[in-house]
């Protein structure tokens, strides 16, 4: 199988003390941070933006690798800020998206990789459709309804992945939502190899141990 890197998402962490929840996360050796960026009308929660990840980033030097999720309504409209403002991952949605071909190439034109979700509704074809005619970098497939940490895990969207892994097998494909010690296993046998956590890690008074368990759980 694929070897798997663990991203904590920090919406559940506190927010009030972001910048040092970051870096305790890399400190656990996370491979990398994952950003929940939601805009209220994309899904039901806001959270922060582009201002917030350019703090982040100054806080935790320039080598980190952090993706930011983007749950928002016209995901065209950030792209530049959150290249500049140090993101190197930039995720959208593809049900937010008119143009997602061209909006793959505008991410990249700002020195970003691509990432594109899917919502547990949409068909993985679309998704599919889509990289047969322009490639992304990232394929992150929910496991949760975006909108909220601490959900739990849809076993069915695995489904989904196996798809996915068959169609492209050097393809980066993350699973996003409910995913911890005891669903972990579900996401790299179907193939995911970006692997989210959220709540499993920032609830634990242990987070390494945490980090570190779920990469010996998916090791062969
Ligand atoms: C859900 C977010 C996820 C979430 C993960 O809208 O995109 O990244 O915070 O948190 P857990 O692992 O708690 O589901
Ligand atoms: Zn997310």
Redesign the pocket.
Known sequence: SYECKIGP?I??SDLACLGDECIRMLECKADYL?L?V?DGHF?P?ITFGHPVVQSIRKKIGCAPVCEV?M?VSRPEQWVKAMSEAGANIYTFHLEASDNPQQLIKEIREEGMKAGCAIKPATPVKNLIDLLQTQMADVALV??????????S?MRPMMDKVRELRKVYPHLDIGV?????LNTIKHCADAGANMI????????SNDPAKVIADLRSAVQN
């Open positions: 998402s919406l559940n994952h929940d939601m899904v929660n999720h749950m929910m496991t949760v309804e975006p909108g909220f940490g601490g959900q895990f996003d939502g409910g995913v911890g989210v956590s959220g709540s499993a890690i920032m609830r």
